[in-house]
């Protein structure tokens, strides 16, 4: 099993467990738990396979990570409720999962396309759309419209990728820079609430307001 192989399940395991958890924090039944580890695990890279034109995805032409994800929220679904702190776990296993995922979804990109700017996207989008749809359909804070950095850290990631990739790193040292520098800044942002500086000039006029 390649390195990349190796990075991929475990991109889709961590997912995984992170809609597992939100599962638990929803208190639903096992299919609930299997659906949002599932839409977790593979949602990111089918994104970024439909957007590349790989069709069928990736876990279509490989049902093991379908496995990966029913096996995970299993183990969740059973052991969750030894965990003091879920939203805490959750949101720090995101960021590790995030780190290898910017890496995969960047490779692949890279691979596809030849493109620097093509893979960067699409390690964005590998790295942070399941924790988007699983934040949406669970109903969970939104890592997305959390104050600290998120999608800076992916954009991180996958551009040390590129970087180290072009300067002719072997994949081992390449991968490791850049899943590295994601969950450095994903890992800093948690730890110290690093963040970019938001729009503050006026508010957004409501609604009802325009329509007036």
Known sequence: MSLLEILDYAGVAVFAATGALAASRKQLDLIGFLFLASLTGIGGGSLRDVVLGRVPVFWVVNPTYILVCVAIGVLVFFTAHLVESRYRLLIWLDAVGLSAYCVMGAAKGLAATGSATVAIVTGVLTATGGGI????????????????????????????????????????????????????????????????????????????????
């Open 133 to 212: 749809l699983r934040d949406v359909v669970a109903s969970e804070p939104s890592v997305l419209l959390r104050p600290e950095i998120y999608v800076t850290a992916a954009v991180a990631g996958s551009a040390c990728f590129v970087v180290a990739h072009a300067a002719g790193l072997p994949l081992f040292a390449s991968s490791a820079t850049g899943a590295l520098a994601a969950f450095a800044v994903r890992g800093g942002a948690l730890r110290y609430g690093w963040t970019i500086r938001s729009y503050k000039p006026r508010p957004g006029r409501h609604p009802n307001d325009v329509i007036r």
